[in-house]
């Protein structure tokens, strides 16, 4: 098991901004894609954004194009999501997942991520 152990969550307003962190500890995931997965209460998981294994690439849903931003430092094997703009629709417990993805078409797949955190809590007050 790769422990992945999210935080930065919290209570924010609407327009604001928070950053999730979401740091491995056991072995090195640096070959192995990132992501961040949401689950809203009552509504199934859903993917949010992703970035390939070097880093180059990311991939985000449609709602949180332009707001969000993922990004990788493997030399810390950590992943992050900056969150701007936040809007009330965004509270969700948020889920980052690691596992060897290569393909684009892939990255919004959960049943391919091989490894996944305990979640932290974002509540964005309207």
């Known amino acids: 098991q790769v422990p992945l152990v999210e935080s930065g969550g919290g209570l924010v307003q609407a327009g604001g901004s928070l950053r999730l962190s979401c740091a491995a500890s056991?072995?090195?995931?640096?070959?192995?894609?990132m992501a961040w997965f949401r689950q809203a209460p009552g509504k199934e998981r859903e993917f949010v954004a992703a970035?390939?294994?070097?880093?180059?690439?990311?991939y985000y849903t449609d709602s949180v194009k332009g707001r969000f931003t993922i990004s990788r430092d493997n030399a810390r094997n950590t992943v992050y999501l900056q969150m701007n703009s936040l809007k009330p629709e965004d509270t969700a417990v948020y889920y980052c997942?690691?596992?060897?993805?290569?393909?684009?078409?892939?990255?919004?797949?959960?049943?391919?991520?091989?490894?996944w955190g305990q979640g932290t809590q974002v509540t964005v007050s309207s």
């Open positions: 056991g072995r090195t995931f640096s070959n192995y894609a």
């Open positions: 970035v390939s294994w070097t880093g180059t690439s990311t």
């Open positions: 997942a690691t596992g060897p993805i290569f393909s684009s078409s892939n990255y919004a797949a959960d049943a391919l991520y091989h490894y």
